[in-house]
């Protein structure tokens, strides 16, 4: 388009034209496809089993070889090799979804394998105890093998993670009233169902021992292949028809959705296969701004390893019962789920990298609260338990906006496969540090110790905060395009330019590029965004 508005220029598309009319676009805007919550849910629940703070505990149950640095070794290399898969996980499930007939299916399919995977690796854990008379428990065999279960394991998780948060963001950027910004409300289910599949793994250990994890996983798997098949069963019947770009010729209003709906989404998934993890990398860290907010990623990360990974046992020499270590975990989401919640207000508001800085906050002193509880007084635990939701929840929401910022669209799974692997080299740092620490110094220490480290990640951001790039640093509120008729945007910063998907280029041109818009006022006063073509 001409900026002088020149004659040659086409005319504006009315909200009409566009859309048809408001009793269309209302009934549109209904979809019953379902949203990721329900995979976060029943994935959660997996994960809760596969890799969460019963682990250590079972660990130590399997072979009495695994001491306390063993276990942190163990962890640290599991997360080693997260970190170095993570991105290609994250580039594997985006290919595959380009090459997909069917929105999601692509995504959805390296999920349930690499589910699978994860799964057998699990069970691969019950392996020695069933043929013990060849592996004897204590025998340098069965470590072996537990740690190399942990190993086939960190395959599966370097891809599950990436690709179902890439998922969620996708989807959150198709569907109208919704963008990337609403990760969190779909993230709080994983919270809630991570929470209470703790309570009833500790509450099962207590009564059927380790075993009881065995037969939870196989049910638990199930659940998730299950929740797969009824979230693609709702994106076919979805009436909206952005999940249904390729192909897809139905008209509203005169015009084809696809020409309008998911003829960009279209664009980027051809443009964005040049353009590497490098250079994905790159685009986060160009300004002094990024690289803080990812150095206090890296050191939240080392610190909330520790209470995720080795706190159980830490909690066993404060004289807690398995079901006593259940109840912590549902402490933590009791707070976790609300912070979720507003998350999107939140970030609105004050922006990621102050998120990011209540979130390392809580972490101190929650940290610091521990090094001060007296044995036997684990409901002082209880209590210092419900800021992890703030350290988590507000670390997890932050980093994940700031990364879907900047990556363009089409990359939603490799831009967090990026953020991954910068958090599982922090989680294998600390569990390295921490490991050693727990073992020779004590637990109260080396919680102290990490205090001290996530701190110095807090005063890194602070000071980019503070003096920083003001692109990045700004909250939506501060945003030029942002204040009209009210100061909320309508996460208008989504819109990725075209310069973004086809190359690595700077974040500058990015950021211009994706504020030029036109404004159309429809009959119910709200502003509706509609995107220049670019090129």
Known sequence: ????????????????????????????????????????????????????????????????????????????????????????????????????????????????????????????????????????????????????????????????????????????????????????????????????????????????????????????????????????????????????????????GGNSKSEYQCEEAKDDHENDDIVSNVELMCMVCKTGYGRALLFCVFTLAMGISVVDNLAFIFFDTLGASNTMDGWTVVFTVIVEIPVFYVAPMLLERYGPGRLLLAAGIAYVIRVVGYTMVPDGKMYIVLVLEMLHGISYAGSKAGSVEFISRVIPKGHEASGQGILIFVTYFGIVAGLMMAGWIQETLGARVMFRVMALIVSSGITVLLAAELFGDKEHRQSDTDRPDTKEEGGFGEHCYLIKSESCASSASAFADHSTERYIRNLKYDSLNKYEKIGDEIG
């Open 1 to 252: 388009m001409h900026s002088n508005g020149s004659p040659t220029d086409p005319p504006p598309l009315t909200l009409t034209a566009k859309y048809g009319n408001h009793n269309e676009v209302s009934r549109r805007s209904s979809s019953i496809a379902f949203r990721p919550r329900l995979l976060y849910s029943t994935i959660f629940v997996w994960s809760t089993l596969t890799c969460g703070k019963f682990t250590a505990p079972l660990l130590q149950q399997l072979s009495p070889r695994f001491s306390e640095s063993m276990i942190g070794m163990t962890f640290a290399l599991q997360y080693a090799i997260v970190a170095c898969l993570a991105g290609w996980g994250g580039s594997l499930s985006d290919t595959q979804e380009r090459t997909s007939s069917s929105w999601g299916w692509g995504r959805l399919k390296v999920l349930s394998l690499a589910l699978s995977l994860g799964t057998l690796a699990f069970l691969g854990h019950g392996l020695p105890e069933w043929v013990n008379t060849v592996f004897p428990k204590d025998g340098t065999m069965v470590l072996v093998w537990h740690i190399s279960m942990r190993c086939i394991y960190a395959v599966s998780l370097g891809i599950v993670a990436p690709c179902l948060d890439g998922l969620a963001l996708a989807h959150l950027d198709c569907i109208e009233g919704a963008s990337t910004i609403d990760f969190g409300k779909e993230r709080m289910y994983g919270a809630m169902w991570w929470g209470l599949g703790s309570l009833a793994a500790g509450m099962g250990i207590d009564y059927y021992g380790f075993d009881f994890l065995y037969a939870l996983i196989g049910i638990s798997t199930l659940a998730s292949y299950i929740s797969m098949v009824v979230y693609l069963w709702g994106l076919s019947r979805d009436t909206t028809g952005v999940f249904k770009y390729r192909g897809n010729h139905d008209k509203i």
